[in-house]
């Protein structure tokens, strides 16, 4: 069936540097993506999205990608801080519409001092 | 201040038991839903309320049933809990079309 995947499960990187967390996507009807972040002990938190009549989008700090011939989704985030540590999904939807999402996997991104 | 709650927090019962999950939402939206997260952090959609009616429902067992009593709630009830059921359920929430809030998420542990 259709599914949203991640490549990396895990990703480390030190403050202040730049961290990309990517996503994969099979179904080519998509047409509308979103990013959240799930800090432990919280629910999901949306962070930015995009449409896919555009391929990149910033927000404050961050910048999502969108690939539609590879069906890759990244997102970005600049001078990563401690508070960023969180486990972060896409998800995507068909129609144009939020109403029905599939979430990937997640990546768990841990911030190094 | 809250936008989107659930109650209670924490859940842990018995197998064979009865119990119910609250959400409540404070944002307008009329459009409610409710994801089953497992241990490897899987979020997946259970069901979706849109003006008190029922629109969507995965496959779920229908010892699951969703109660919306207005716009602003919709309540999981649960029967006959099972070991599987353990999970985080998250209520979210949106106006239709648009991005979804999500709750701070109910722990259930059946033991």
């Known amino acids: 069936g259709e599914s949203v995947g991640l490549h990396l499960p895990t990703l480390s990187v030190q403050e202040g540097d730049n961290s990309i967390i990517n996503c994969a996507y099979s179904n080519s009807a998509s047409d509308y993506f979103i990013w959240y972040k799930q800090e432990s002990g919280k629910g999901p938190q949306f962070i930015i999205d995009i449409r896919s009549n555009m391929d990149k989008r910033q927000g404050q700090r961050v910048t999502v990608l969108l690939n539609k011939t590879v069906k890759h989704l990244s997102l970005q985030i600049a001078a990563t801080q401690p508070g960023d540590s969180a486990v972060y999904f896409c998800a995507e939807t068909p129609g144009g519409s939020a109403r029905q999402l599939t979430f990937g996997s997640g990546t768990q991104l841990t911030v190094l001092p | 201040d809250t936008a989107v709650s659930q109650t209670p927090k924490y859940l842990v019962t018995q197998m064979g038991n009865d119990k119910s999950i609250k959400c409540e939402q404070n944002l307008g939206h009329d459009t409610m839903y409710w994801y089953k997260q497992d241990s490897k952090k899987f979020l997946k959609i259970m069901f979706s309320?849109?003006?008190?009616?029922?629109?969507i429902n995965e496959t779920v067992p229908n010892r699951f049933s969703p109660k919306s009593p207005d716009k602003a709630h919709l309540n999981l009830h649960i029967n006959s809990l099972e070991l599987g059921d353990s999970a985080v359920y998250f209520c979210a929430s949106s106006r239709v079309g648009d991005t979804q809030y999500f709750g701070p998420g109910t722990r259930l542990t059946v033991l």
């Open positions: 309320y849109n003006n008190k009616e029922l629109i």
